[in-house]
């Protein structure tokens, strides 16, 4: 069964700081992986994703992630924090070999302070 | 491009009732996926629609059902409404439900059951 765990309920840093948000999956096929931002009152807004390639993908607002493989690990990073990147943020797998739903973690509450 | 709509944004209805959401995806988008988003069991996959058919439907109760229609509108209906079934309902939508395409979601519907 696939899964998402993110172990952090919230993540707490001071802007300018480097931040990082984790996240760690199970699938039986090959993973497809993306990171979602949750602003109160919204829906989720899609930041980037991995689907196959380097490691290291880029995507909105200056956040990327960084694929192991390994370590079954897709951990969202961004070297600089806003206090506008202040949210909640969720991880979410789609198995290649399971259909079509995203399986989402928990979701990780970041709060940047000034 | 116009994003994903939901309508209506809010709803109250009592227990017994039955409710139904609207969803108008992405032009483009053929693929139309329901989930509820609730505090205790965060996201959960309910249904995803393409071509007017059901391909992929998670572990919800009869109650809750959907269909799209031929412009790739999607309508999920939840009948004799309970309690629990308050939550935020995410409508999201994709060039393609497999594979590699990020979904992109909608505002939610917010549901509350009296």
């Known amino acids: 069964a696939q899964s998402v765990a993110q172990p952090e309920d919230q993540v707490n840093v001071a802007e300018g700081n480097p931040l990082t948000v984790k996240c760690t999956y199970s699938v039986s096929g090959n993973p497809y992986l993306f990171w979602y931002v949750q602003y109160p009152n919204r829906g989720l807004q899609f930041l980037l994703k991995?689907?196959?390639?380097?490691?290291l993908v880029k995507g909105s607002y200056g956040f990327e992630a960084e694929f192991n493989k390994s370590q079954t690990s897709f951990h969202l990073k961004k070297p600089s924090a806003l206090v506008s990147d202040s949210a909640l943020y969720f991880c979410?797998?789609?198995?290649?070999?399971?259909?079509?739903?995203?399986?989402f973690g928990k979701g990780t509450t970041l709060s940047v302070s000034s | 491009k116009a994003g994903v709509t939901q309508t209506p944004r809010y709803l109250i209805k009592t227990r017994g009732q039955q409710v139904t959401l609207s969803c108008s995806p992405i032009?483009?988008?053929?693929?139309v996926s329901w989930y509820q988003q609730t505090p205790g069991q965060g996201l959960q996959f309910l249904f995803e629609?393409?071509?007017?058919?059901?391909?992929n439907k998670g572990n919800f109760p009869g109650r809750f059902s959907g269909r799209q229609f031929s412009n790739s509108r999607s309508e999920m209906n939840v009948s004799t409404l309970e309690l629990g079934d308050s939550a935020l309902y995410l409508c999201?939508?994709?060039?393609?439900?497999?594979?590699?395409?990020?979904?992109?979601f909608g505002p939610g519907t917010r549901l509350t059951v009296t």
């Open positions: 991995y689907i196959t390639g380097d490691n």
């Open positions: 032009s483009g988008h053929r693929s």
């Open positions: 629609y393409f071509s007017e058919t059901q391909r």
């Open positions: 979410a797998v789609r198995d290649d070999q399971a259909g079509t739903a995203l399986i």
């Open positions: 999201a939508s994709s060039l393609e439900g497999y594979g590699a395409y990020e979904q992109y």
